[in-house]
């Protein structure tokens, strides 16, 4: 068990924050200082820097073609199309400053940043998939953000080895699923929550192997029930027949009240499998990983969000990859067998050695205050130093952060080429625009733009709707922008015999997270055997917790 070290003040917020013996010897095996934020405030600085799915047309600075691209028109520095920046036609070193040692290193990076060029978008080997980010190895694929090896998927998060869902957050090796929230292996799976190899059931949470299911929670290998309850085949088709599941009204009713019935039903105190010693949400196959969220295949890990295969790492924000992350700090979007990444964005491909860079890949190392190089190593603020003169210089600049306040700490949010409201610091810590200004931080106004009124009403049932839809323009009827229905998209609802949504991707995705715990720990007791345990469930919240020993004797 960790022993608390020393209480710490936040900087930022000034809460009161731990600071256990096991961290201090890991921020010593690293020779970083301890932090000065709180766990929250940096996973919200990391988050600043990340913008995952605001998409805007823009032209390539390179060769002037249009692109969609994460940077709006208006953002300063150059952006080029992917091929043309994985390209050979430009060299980052050719962007190469001098260290400054009159100047705060930030401000250094600051410069450089607005030199070189970034890529438009984060992908990488799609098919047919422009619109995408945080994306690779996807086919036919719409508005996927954050998402690996997938086929014909549209409006998902967090989706890796899937085909044909729509609709889903947080999901892998699933087919033809519907509005699901974290489900593993799945087939015709819809509006279902944290359920494992379950098939064409409906409103599941928590269940595993199950098929022909409705409405039902914590059921393992069941096959033809109905509110936890067993029926005959022909009983459960003749329930299914009598409920309203072909119209939008219909299933937000039947969603409601799925919900307040799931409030009722014993909840084990953390999702997920397979955990030793390990605290935090949704986690499966991890050892001695405490304070992480969504994390699968993780080991001696801290303060970790959304990443797979990571060993060793603290306050990693997304990524980690088939090939993994070890040894890295204070980091976003790194990964694919990359080692000792410290203070970094977006580095990868057998990258190491690696510090205060971004967009570093494909085996370059050794680097320091670098953007943008690919297969380079001995570099600092992208001048190229023998390793001799890159092994001298080094510590100096670490000297210097030291007297300027920088070193140890992740780069400022004020600086991050993106608003706080286009990243993801948005959805996990929402603030006002008067909140971000005040902070010092960036804020983006929406284009003026008239919104049009719908040119069409939309059936209730698909079978009513005609093909002339996916030439008509709709409004969202909670935010009122106007979207549309794609030809694939239209397909996928007529097969699944499921209405065409009356709201945007972005107010229906944002209706998903809200399904999912926060990435907050509380103490509560066990409701069977009174243990305390560490749980993301609230303590006002009303559905009774237990431990895994407990929750076990309550599954049906």
Excluded at 275 to 285: M, V
Excluded at 360 to 389: A, D, M, P, T, V
Excluded at 468 to 489: D, P
Aim: with cysteine; net charge neutral; hydrophobic share 30%.
């Amino acid at each position: 068990m960790e022993k608390v070290f020393q209480n710490d003040n936040c900087q930022s917020c000034g809460k009161s924050f731990e600071i256990t013996d096991r961290d201090i010897a890991f921020y010593e095996r690293i020779k970083v200082p301890k932090p000065t934020l709180c766990p929250d405030c940096r996973q919200q600085r990391r988050l600043a820097w990340r913008n995952q799915r605001s998409l805007y047309r823009r032209k390539c600075d390179a060769t002037g073609k249009e692109l969609i691209s994460i940077f709006s028109p208006d953002k300063k520095n150059p952006v080029y199309a992917n091929s043309y920046w994985y390209s050979d036609k430009w060299d980052g070193k050719s962007f190469a400053q001098d260290f400054d040692f009159n100047k705060p290193f930030f401000a250094q990076f600051a410069e450089l940043m607005e030199k070189v060029p970034q890529m438009s978008l984060a992908s990488i080997n799609n098919i047919n998939s422009d619109f995408v980010n945080q994306c690779g190895w996807c086919e036919d694929c719409y508005l996927i953000f954050e998402a690996d090896a997938n086929e014909k998927c549209m409006y998902c998060q967090n989706l890796y080895n899937s085909l044909q869902c729509l609709d889903v957050l947080n999901a892998e090796e699933c087919k033809y699923c519907y509005e699901c929230v974290t489900c593993y292996n799945c087939y015709d799976l819809r509006f279902s929550i944290g359920s494992n190899t379950c098939s064409q059931s409906w409103f599941l949470k928590d269940c595993i192997g199950c098929t022909n299911c409705f409405g039902c929670v914590n059921l393992r290998n069941k096959k033809y029930y109905y509110l936890n309850k067993q029926c005959t085949k022909e009983d459960y088709e003749k329930k299914l027949a009598s409920l309203d599941l072909l119209t939008v009204k219909g299933l937000k009713a039947l969603q409601k009240s799925f919900i307040d019935f799931v409030k009722k039903i014993p909840h084990k105190y953390i999702h997920g499998a397979n955990n030793e010693s390990s605290t935090g949400d949704y986690l499966w196959n991890t050892k001695r990983c405490n304070n992480c969220f969504e994390v699968t295949k993780g080991d001696d890990c801290k303060y970790t969000f959304n990443s797979r295969n990571v060993k060793n790492v603290y306050d990693m924000t997304v990524f980690g990859g088939n090939k993994g992350a070890d040894f890295c700090y204070e980091v976003c979007g790194v990964g694919e067998a990359v080692r000792n990444i410290f203070f970094s964005s977006d580095v990868c491909n057998s990258a190491y050695d690696i510090y205060y860079s971004m967009m570093c890949i494909n085996n370059s190392h050794n680097l320091f205050g670098c953007i943008g190089l690919k297969h380079e190593s001995y570099c600092i603020l992208n001048k190229q130093y023998s390793r001799e003169e890159y092994e001298a210089l080094f510590p100096k600049i670490v000297e210097h952060m030291k007297t300027t306040g920088e070193w140890g700490q992740f780069f400022p949010s004020n600086l991050s080429l993106f608003a706080y409201n286009e990243t993801t610091a948005q959805d996990y810590f929402p603030l006002t625009k008067e909140e971000v200004l005040r902070g010092g931080w960036k804020w983006k106004d929406e284009d003026p733009r008239d919104y049009l009124p719908a040119t069409a009403e939309v059936s209730d049932k698909i079978e009513h709707v005609s093909d002339n839809v996916i030439n008509e323009i709709l409004s969202c009827a909670e935010c009122k922008k106007n979207y549309r229905v794609s030809r694939q998209e239209l397909k996928f609802y007529r097969k699944m015999k499921l209405p065409i949504p009356l709201s945007c991707f972005n107010c229906r995705l944002q209706a998903r997270i809200k399904l999912c715990n926060p990435r907050k720990l509380y103490t509560r007791q066990c409701k069977g055997c009174s243990e305390i345990l560490q749980t993301t469930y609230a303590p006002e919240r009303p559905e009774p917790i237990y431990c895994e020993q407990c929750y076990l004797k309550e599954v049906i």
